[in-house]
């Protein structure tokens, strides 16, 4: 069964002060880690799908990496509009189905 | 491109009866749709796979009889709550991966469903 255990589970920052949110992980076979981010009330917005270890991506302030067992998704220079839940979910085996993490809550105070 | 529209963004219903919630991309055409519900402060739990012209496959605990999911074409895919009860009450949310690319899956803005 995928498993996915994302932390810390909350995190202020001052505006400006880099930090990382990991995101560990058992899957078999992956097919793809993706990262999402998450507004109150809202679905979950796409930001990046990284495939095999060694694998990095960068949005803006946002830079995601991949080990075999764990990302990282790396803030910089955070500001406040940068406040959400950062949510980490794997895809495995034979289906494109998404096991998600519970999410790691990112609070940027200006 | 690849936008999913979920409508409504809030429905507010009475015990015992039926509410549909759509799904459609708008921009371009998914062969498979996922129904998901968040829990407050939780992740999303799927709860069901829904591959256009066939039965949907649930989840292992998740009652196909409550749950009705229908994806007529390839753009669209409904989940319809079933005599509806105040424990069904919840945030909503589809998701639809583009046919032939890639494994992403992108996500409409969810349901807040409200039983009275």
């Known amino acids: 069964e995928d498993q996915v255990t994302q932390s810390p589970e909350a995190l202020r920052l001052q505006e400006g002060e880099s930090s990382s949110l990991n995101c560990s992980y058992t899957?078999?076979?992956?097919?793809?880690l993706f990262w999402y981010r998450q507004d109150p009330g809202k679905g979950p917005e796409f930001l990046f799908t990284?495939?095999?270890a060694g694998e990095e991506k960068e949005k803006e302030r946002l830079k995601a990496t991949l080990t075999k067992k764990e990302s990282f998704l790396h803030i910089t220079a955070p500001k406040p509009e940068d406040s959400a839940t950062y949510l980490c979910?794997?895809?495995?085996?034979?289906?494109?189905?998404?096991?998600f993490g519970k999410g790691t809550l990112l609070t940027v105070n200006p | 491109g690849a936008v999913v529209s979920q409508h409504p963004s809030r429905v507010i219903c009475k015990s015992g009866t039926s509410v549909k919630i759509e799904c459609r991309s708008l921009?371009?055409?998914?062969?498979?749709m996922f129904w998901y519900r968040q829990f407050p402060k939780k992740s999303l739990m799927l709860m069901a796979t829904?591959?256009?012209?066939?039965?949907?496959?649930?989840e292992q605990g998740v009652e196909k009889d409550k749950f009705l999911i229908n994806h007529a074409s390839l753009t669209l895919s409904t989940l319809t709550v079933t005599s509806a009860h105040p424990e069904d009450s919840s945030f909503y949310i589809c998701?639809?991966?583009?046919?032939?690319?890639?494994?992403?899956?992108?996500f409409g803005q969810g349901t807040r469903l409200t039983v009275v």
């Open positions: 998701s639809a991966r583009p046919q032939g690319l890639g494994t992403e899956a992108f």
């Open positions: 921009d371009f055409q998914a062969t498979t």
């Open positions: 979910a794997v895809s495995g085996g034979s289906n494109y189905k998404l096991t």
């Open positions: 829904s591959n256009e012209g066939s039965k949907a496959t649930y």
């Open positions: 990284l495939y095999s």
């Open positions: 899957v078999s076979g992956l097919r793809g």
